[in-house]
Nanobody
């Protein structure tokens, strides 16, 4: 059974940094693309960043481009999200997700993704 466990959230002041981690288990992690989504109170879930199964391709939402960096360590079966220059509007629960099928790209709309973590809360104070 695939499990994704996020960690690293917390309270930070605007301009600060956090590093989120998503530990995966239950299958050969290195074959699957992964990504991060977030959901702020009263808002819909939105795409944040994704990384291909090889780690060679990354893509980001425009709102975080240049501030956030996604990376993966296949040996540790973990995906990371380094968040710098945090803004109050980055406040949300951040979720990790992986594709269902090996080698697939992770869709920005999150459709068809069956594997999600339970989320980690990031709060950015002004």
């Amino acid at each position: 059974q695939v499990q994704l466990v996020e960690s690293g959230g917390g309270l930070v002041q605007a301009g600060g940094s956090l590093r989120l981690s998503c530990a995966a288990s239950g299958r050969t992690f290195s074959l699957y693309s992964a990504g991060w989504f977030r959901q702020a109170p009263g808002k819909e879930r939105e795409f944040v960043a994704a990384i291909s199964w090889t780690g060679s391709i990354t893509y980001y939402a425009d709102s975080v481009k240049g501030r956030f960096t996604i990376a993966r360590d296949n040996a540790k079966t973990t995906v990371f999200l380094q968040m710098n220059g945090l803004k109050p509007e980055d406040t949300a629960v951040y979720y990790c997700a992986t594709t269902q099928r090996a080698y697939d790209a992770l869709p920005r709309n999150g459709n068809g993704l069956d594997y999600w973590g339970k989320g980690t809360l990031v709060t950015v104070s002004s």
